[in-house]
Nanobody
């Protein structure tokens, strides 16, 4: 069992930056591939970024490539999402997710993830 708690969301202006954090507790964090997703009310959950258990492989949605960086600190059981040059269309609730899988596994499919956090809201004003 893994518990995930996101933080770092807030209200920012277009062009600003935010760093989201996802703190994990429970089973060995380094055994998990991690992902970030976002969701706007009335729409499906959307993939943002994913990272393998070692951090050696990352994967980004086209909509955020070049503006977003996913990273992890296994010693601190935390995964991060650095978001730069934020746009109003980035406004959403952001969720982190964990998948028990080693190697270079990453996935953009929300259905494969085993655990989810409660989300943190990011609002970008124009």
């Amino acid at each position: 069992q893994v518990q995930l708690v996101e933080s770092g969301g807030g209200l920012v202006q277009t062009g600003d930056s935010l760093r989201l954090s996802c703190a994990a507790s429970g089973r060995t964090f380094s055994s998990y591939a991690m992902g970030w997703f976002r969701q706007v009310p009335g729409k499906e959950r959307e993939f943002v970024a994913a990272i393998s258990w070692s951090g050696g492989r990352t994967y980004y949605a086209d909509s955020v490539t070049g503006r977003v960086t996913i990273s992890r600190d296994n010693a601190k059981n935390t995964v991060f999402l650095q978001m730069n040059s934020l746009k109003p269309e980035d406004t959403a609730a952001y969720y982190c997710a964990a998948k028990l899988m080693g190697g270079n596994y990453v996935s953009r499919d929300s259905r494969v993830y085993d655990y989810w956090g409660q989300g943190t809201q990011v609002t970008v004003s124009s």
